[in-house]
């Protein structure tokens, strides 16, 4: 028998994109095996599904429950180690919780839950029980988003003292402008989507993103969202100002109406020796600027790189990384700690992270609602 | 004796930056011949600079005033028409308005005066006398702006629902950073450089560049500014949140701490059925983007552009144009205004686009100091 | 039991790159199942290295030979139906002829074999049995390649006229020019390495990308190619002018050379009606261009885009693809052809374009050995 | 009066394209003075063109051989010292030849001449008179090329190894692919525009700055021109290879066929320790690449820059130049020069470069003549 981890999965059956990404992140290493799961509501569709992707009928489960207490009956060299939560949004607290409570390492889609007070409920389950917890802000794992990471740890910029954050999208276009699509879709249905649309789904990524490089967090946020329409409940674009301090201040700029922009997440950090660039749909590419010597760029697989960064890259530099490699890399991180390997710090966007970016969701919702006034984070 | 405009320019000796800007921009188009001034306030320093530039010594002046006076002695078909004010930012206010009282065309450097006041009261006089009034915002004059402002003004992009401007420098970085520095230089001492530093030399542009392109008036403003140390009195960083409307809004950001960055003015604009991004420091590619069609890359000099853009293009497309061209085309929009040729709208920035701008400056600082709330423009 | 491919592997254990990219590329549509192969020369390592990836001991074999064997007798839809050959080049030769005689479908890596008469060979048998041959020319399973190959098709750019590949690398600086590494490595010895490194490596890869594209045959070619020292057999650097017709021409540029490059392929095609230009180090940018419009940039993953270039996109715009899409793809184009589902031309590689592909290095070589002289091809 | 060089012109009058980029280049530095000259044939039109760009009717000439004999019978301090010549190519010769002889300074658009042998036989005569002569290649006037020129001079890149030129034009498309046009303009007429159309007009550019910026002699080409049809006389697009020596080879590439593309100069020069990249449509950036580095990216204006390349930026780094900045900045080298100031060594592209470029232009020419052979240049 293999010494992969063994891995479940709930949800990602049929044509879900989100199933391909967590399938392929998860081969790319060579340190999981797919065993188990319940991959769809549908007991025939979810039988169909596992067998197509090679998944053994014996470990097919009608529901998560059911899934649980079966694989706890086996011997624990058998049973499944870590599961995969790839679930429509408020599924992903009653499913953690009940995998946390049997021991169960999680790797969980974002948003982690739909309200703040779930995450925190998870996390007090989390140190009790001491299992790996993973939440997928997928851009964390590009290999020049951890050498930058990297570099503002080792001081490379200084002491950072201004942040520009940007996540543009364009897609919500044709829905928002359509008084009946508006009125219908799940996204902007706030019993569906929770309380934020824009914020709740992107803003959240730029501000996981800002922290997870920085290492800081964030003190206070004050935000000014666009819902477009008045029959509109939900955030459909947003700028949240943020401070670190009185003297180290930023932005965090969000949209889903920015029309004809794909996934355009960026990131500007300046410190006072030095500032980075970079652009998610671009992302093999780090500048970096300093105040008197030329441009660089930085790009993944080159010996000039920390440890952190190459570790995760497989092929010679020049060949492109792309979104899976990043999910990869996440992955890998996971895998490495439950495998009990040396790991590197931040070498997945942890539990704690995920609670965090709720509280940030519902503090920018707040902060807007109540005509833009500073609020502590 | 030629038909060109008879051009007086006040300050822009020596080695002066500003000084070569303008003297090229106004040969550029064959259609000013500069022909007296008064170009340093030390009087040998005036005579061999003029003689540098090949300035008649009659016609040099020791001081504005007198260049005025003397100049309405001679006959009208001699006298100096249009002057170009380049000297400190304080010496605006009095020598524009002297010289419209006098019935002179003025080109102004920004900003425009030290106060919204000022600005007021030379509106008040240009109506009177009718002359024209430039106010020399440059990064207006690229071609391919005003291409941008066209088809925004023929609805290409339908109405307009986010707007986010960029102006971020890092060259204060050495200033700042170094306490005997940044409490000497004149830049940032309230009683030399007025109220605002950041806000005041680049977020006006900035806001400008946003209301010239989009023929639209910001509503209301709310702003975090940062003055990186408790000893520095002026604003060096800033975020502005902007409203058209309760549904059009956006941002504008500013810095002088972005380290690295050297003048990376950006526009991103986009409205309901397409969208624009544009970045001066690469002023020659006009971003236009939709919402199911590929990205377009619109470059100056090329017959798919409109006549207001291709008028002021000098050679063949693929020959970069720079800051110079930028500004050689603001003289020329003025230029065929006072010879009474056909002019677009917009070929140049005026006087009532000068006072709106600071305007700007001084409510961005006054909602900052009352503690960051919505003040309206 | 599932129904997928049954896969076998020969090569690519160990730290392999090779190896990993194309395990990854199996996974990626879940339409392969990696169930055998040998991995590995020492018997023990490829034991372990089987157990690692999660392969049954059962079906791990010391040899090549002994895989065909073995796999023969066991019955059809248990054995292996198709196999990756990832061994060094010269061992491509002999497996995939007996794989391709006992029937295996074969994925085999480029350089197809050492010689233009192996490769005939191959072609020859694999004729007479009708099993798929793959030959991974990775970077054209893009999907914008197969976008930019469907609109060429389809007449957008017109009749090809001029056309500029180059492949320029820097690698092997720290060994041509240190006199002990270049008479040593096995990479510049022509015992181990074939005839040709430059033109061997990566501008074969340049120019069947060429004709995957344009769809048309390299007519002629002459070359000039460099050995940067005398005593260096084989080519490090080389350009090659190349005639489809009299006046249907271009140029293939290769390099290892080019300092500081890492895997700089290019594309640039110009066809009387338009163009097309594209780089392997940001391969999801296709950049079209035309006599009078503004240049287009085509993107992944977009509703514009072929069927052809749609099919193997996995998320939506914005995702940035990368080396193992690439892969992914033309694994899945060979895994279509297997289950008979429908099937684009050119969605992998084939023999006959692995064939072509050794004469290509062949009459380079020829032509500059022969002093610069056109060769038909 | 004034002491800046007084400047005669010849030609580029009218709607001249040219004639306005020498006219803001030699205003751009304010050491110049327009005071005379012939720039049209017709004598009314010339008057009236001179009247409107300032110049003094006294000195409008109604021939070239005229003003030079006027010019002869003035006082020497108050004669035309340099004289730019922008006429139609083959009166290029004759009035150089006449100017030099006289002892005129000359500033002489390209090419040169329409023949090698009447190139020699200007610089024969400049010989003996000893004044300074300008061949506008006006590429190579830009600060970030000087940059180049000086660190490669500096050994910043070590021993040239490889060199990539490409020259890439879409115009001639609508002209080439009508058979009435191109059976009928003067561009492809062998008896007005010479013995190449591409060579002559881009590729010696691609040529001049590749000897511009190494300090090194091609030694040998081999061309292939392409004619696209067999009724048009002039090549309108090669490629032709070369050698510096056995070991230090490249390619020169240069299209009008090149469709979509508007003036694509690019640069590409590698070294054994380095290599650098350069776009002529983006010209304020220069890519410095090594074996172990990230790639440096390099801009105008900025301190760590050569003082040849400082020299002549007027403006903070992030004000972007353009094609005037180029061309001003060789007007600049040769005022240097006439004035006796201290200047640098490749201020401005020499007669004796001229020369070369001719000759560049017959052996490329003679080389596809002759079936792609070496020629020696």
């Not at 990602?12 to 319940?38: E, P, T």
């Not at 997870?212 to 947003?238: A, F, Q, R």
């Amino acid at each position: 028998m293999s010494n992969k981890i063994r891995l479940g999965i709930l949800g990602g059956g049929g044509d879900s994109l989100i199933g391909v990404l967590h399938r392929v992140a998860a081969n790319m290493f060579d340190k999981y095996q797919i065993i188990g799961g319940c991959f769809n509501p549908d007991p025939k569709q979810n039988k169909d599904f596992a067998d197509q992707i090679g998944v053994n009928a014996s470990r097919v489960y009608d529901t998560f429950e059911i899934m649980i207490s079966e694989e706890m009956n086996l011997p624990e060299n058998q049973r499944i180690q870590a599961v995969s939560v790839l679930t429509p949004n408020f599924l992903h607290y009653p499913m953690a919780k009940k995998l946390l409570e049997n021991g169960f390492h999680v790797i969980c889609e974002k948003p982690l839950t739909t309200s703040h007070e779930e995450a925190l409920d998870l996390q007090k389950i989390q140190k009790e029980k001491g299992t790996s917890f993973a939440v997928t802000y997928t851009y964390t794992g590009y290999p020049i988003i951890r050498q930058m990471k990297d570099m503002i740890k080792n001081g490379v910029i200084g002491n950072i003292q201004k942040v520009d954050m940007q996540y543009y999208q364009g897609w919500i276009n044709p829905i928002i402008h359509d008084k009946s699509q508006r009125n219908s879709v799940w996204r902007l249905d706030p019993k569906k989507a929770g309380i934020s649309s824009c914020i709740g789904d992107i803003g959240t990524h730029a501000y996981h993103m800002l922290e997870y490089l920085t290492d800081m967090k964030v003190d206070k946020v004050l935000s000014d969202l666009n819902h477009l329409y008045s029959d509109n409940e939900l955030d459909i674009d947003g700028t949240v100002l943020i401070r670190f301090s009185d003297y180290s201040k930023g932005v965090i700029r969000a949209s889903q109406i920015a029309t004809g922009e794909e996934n355009n997440l960026t990131v500007a950090i300046y410190g006072d020796k030095g500032g980075f660039r970079w652009e998610q749909e671009n992302p093999n590419y780090l500048y970096y600027l300093t105040n008197d010597k030329p441009l660089q760029v930085l790009k993944p697989g080159n010996p000039y790189l920390s440890e952190f960064s190459l570790q995760d890259t497989k092929l010679p530099a020049g060949h492109p990384e792309g979104i899976f490699d990043s999910m990869g890399n996440i992955y890998n991180g996971v895998a490495r700690e439950i495998n009990g390997e040396d790991n590197f710090k931040g070498s997945y966007p942890t539990l704690d992270e995920g609670v965090r970016g709720m509280k940030f969701i519902e503090k920018v919702v707040e902060s807007n609602a109540k005509g833009n006034i500073w609020l502590s984070l």
